[in-house]
């Protein structure tokens, strides 16, 4: 699945599945400025995006510049695919 809509949306609905700030989650939220992802749901997300969408991520990934937002996750995730 490569398409950047459904990515998009896949990542989102997981996202906010997570959520314990229990706060909106929008595209462009700032997940880690608003408690939306601890370390915890950082694993967690983690364990979705390789399950799912089929990618590696090496810890050196694992970085706030990556997870910033729903939309940066998924240019994370669409650059995997390329």
Same mark, same amino acid.
């Given at each position: +699945?490569?398409?950047?809509? /459904?990515?998009? +949306?896949?990542?989102?609905?997981? %996202? $906010?599945?997570?959520?314990?700030?229990? /706060?909106?989650?929008?595209?462009?939220?700032?997940?880690?400025?608003?408690?939306?992802?601890?370390?915890?749901?950082? +694993?967690?997300? %983690?364990?979705?995006?390789?399950?799912?969408?089929?990618?590696?991520?090496? *810890? *050196?990934?694992?970085?706030?510049?990556?997870? $910033?937002?729903? *939309?940066?996750?998924?240019?994370?995730?669409?650059? $995997?695919?390329?």
């Amino acid at each position: +699945m490569s398409d950047e809509k /459904q990515v998009k +949306m896949k990542i989102l609905e997981f %996202v $906010r599945s997570l959520n314990s700030a229990n /706060q909106s989650v929008e595209v462009d939220t700032d997940l880690i400025a608003t408690g939306s992802l601890d370390s915890l749901s950082v +694993m967690e997300l %983690v364990a979705f995006l390789t399950d799912e969408f089929k990618i590696e991520i090496a *810890a *050196a990934d694992i970085i706030p510049i990556n997870l $910033r937002s729903v *939309a940066t996750l998924t240019a994370f995730v669409q650059a $995997r695919f390329s």
